[in-house]
């Protein structure tokens, strides 16, 4: 990173930023496309200022503050859930693969039926692998986009991605990607789905 000019990749990237925009809610190419095309969108610094570009609105510093303002009352909800159903996010479980390093030989893992994910990879095969990764890899559309040692990070880069691409949420996360649009980093369009409406409705209820 440190031999690129980051300055001028910013500089380009905001002079081109019109024409992609189009491009991508016209044309809705491919990922691969795209990234081939402009590979700064494979930088984290990048995909945050075309977010911010898109909805003036700092990705993560938002994001963080309202993590912090709502965890309490969400571990309080997934708890009565889980208690109720026997179930804990069992959609999220739906995002994750698991890539082991001693065990899979080649160099990289076989991700291209993965429309969107977060790829957990680890040297050891343990239980422990799904909750301390060595990296995450935010994969779309089969591509390995970026890599982050946080789980947290790399959801809300993958968030991002998807919003700042024109990407359509996949079926079985939808809710909590629009939850995360229209609840977490308060970009509504007026339409909440009845779950979203109630898990936000739960959310800021005064006990």
Known sequence: ??????????????????????E????????GEILERCPALKMESQIC???????????????YAELDQHVPRLLSLFRRKAVR???????????????????????????DGIPVGLLLISANSTDATFFCPERIAVVLEGNIVIE???FADA???????IYALHLSYPKALANTFD???????????????????SLK???????
């Not at 229209?182 to 779950?195: Q, R, T």
Request: net charge negative; hydrophobic share 45%.
């Open 179 to 197: 939850f995360t649009q229209k609840v977490l980093m308060g970009l509504e369009d007026g339409k909440l789905k009845p779950m979203v409406l």
């Open 148 to 150: 982050f040692p946080t």
């Open 85 to 111: 159903t026997g179930k804990v996010a069992e959609d999220l479980s739906q995002i994750f693969r698991v890539y082991d390093l001693q065990v899979v030989q080649s160099d990289e893992p076989d991700i």
């Open 49 to 63: 200022a075309e977010f911010h570009g898109i909805s003036n609105t700092n990705l993560k510093n938002h994001f």
């Open 1 to 22: 990173m440190s031999d690129k000019n980051l300055p001028l990749i910013g500089k380009l990237m905001q002079t081109t930023f019109a024409l992609r925009r189009k």
């Open 155 to 161: 959801f809300v880069v993958l968030f991002a991605l």
């Open 24 to 31: 991508v809610i016209s044309d809705e190419p491919p990922v």
């Open 201 to 207: 409705n739960d959310l800021l209820a005064v006990e």
